[in-house]
């Protein structure tokens, strides 16, 4: 157990859905950071948030959009699902500064899109 | 952020040493490399990082030359179950996101 949970670790949902990942980051991290991997595709990164705000964004569609919440917990939101947005999604966090030795990635949540 | 070149691909033998070399040839004076290990359907975990020569730890050796345009993962006596992506990354002491490359995929036959 790395200690980033995400949940659920399975979803199966039809095209035009609309679903949401969460992610609870390690105990003491202020970073999260969502990932998404396709199949035979590399980690895409999509977007960071710091304390409740966002930090930096990658190639995130329009289509999904992102979190953080007071207690730290963070949610991925996807909406108008296509079958192409199938993929592994992952979340990392990581703590603010200082010595640092990587961050901590959760174990995914595979969304199927049908 | 400094790009990385490493081998799409390594073979290896079980109790046999593996050494993945990664270059970063502009690589900025404050970052440090890391390295990532990755098995299928799982998320990516932290091995090692360093920034200049040579870091142990009880996974994986790092060599890092005075230039620092290249970086050597070591992995000793690896096993089966060391097969998996490994991915070299550059990375500053402040927050960033970690960009990935395509990663090396290691496979340990018996």
């Known amino acids: 157990d790395s200690g980033v949970t995400q949940t659920p670790k399975h979803l199966i949902t039809a095209t035009g859905q609309r679903v949401t990942l969460r992610c609870s980051p390690r105990?003491?991290?202020?970073?999260v950071y969502w990932y998404q991997q396709s199949l035979d595709q590399g980690l895409q990164f999509l977007i960071q948030?710091?304390?409740?705000?966002?930090?930096a964004k990658g190639n995130i569609l329009e289509r999904f959009s992102a979190q953080q919440f007071p207690d730290l917990h963070s949610e991925l939101n996807l909406s108008s699902l296509e079958l192409g947005d199938s993929a592994l999604y992952f979340c990392?966090?990581?703590?603010?500064?200082?010595?640092?030795?990587?961050?901590?990635f959760g174990s995914g949540t595979r969304l199927t899109v049908v | 952020l400094a790009k990385t070149t490493q081998p799409i691909s390594m073979d290896s033998y079980e109790g046999q040493e593996v050494n993945i070399t990664c270059s970063h040839n502009?690589?900025?004076?404050?970052?440090?490399i890391t390295w990532y290990q990755q098995f299928p359907s799982q998320g990516p975990r932290f091995i090692i990082q360093?920034?200049?020569t040579k870091v142990t730890n009880e996974v994986a050796s790092l060599f890092i030359p005075a230039d620092r345009k290249s970086s050597t993962l070591s992995l000793p006596r690896v096993s089966l179950s060391d097969t998996a992506v490994y991915y070299c990354?550059?990375?500053?002491?402040?927050?960033?996101?970690?960009?990935f490359g395509t990663g090396t995929r290691l496979l340990v036959s018996p």
């Open positions: 990392a966090s990581s703590v603010e500064a200082g010595p640092d030795y990587g961050y901590t």
């Open positions: 105990s003491g991290d202020l970073s």
């Open positions: 948030y710091y304390n409740g705000e966002e930090r």
């Open positions: 502009n690589i900025a004076t404050n970052d440090y």
């Open positions: 360093g920034y200049k």
């Open positions: 990354l550059p990375k500053n002491t402040g927050f960033q996101k970690l960009v």
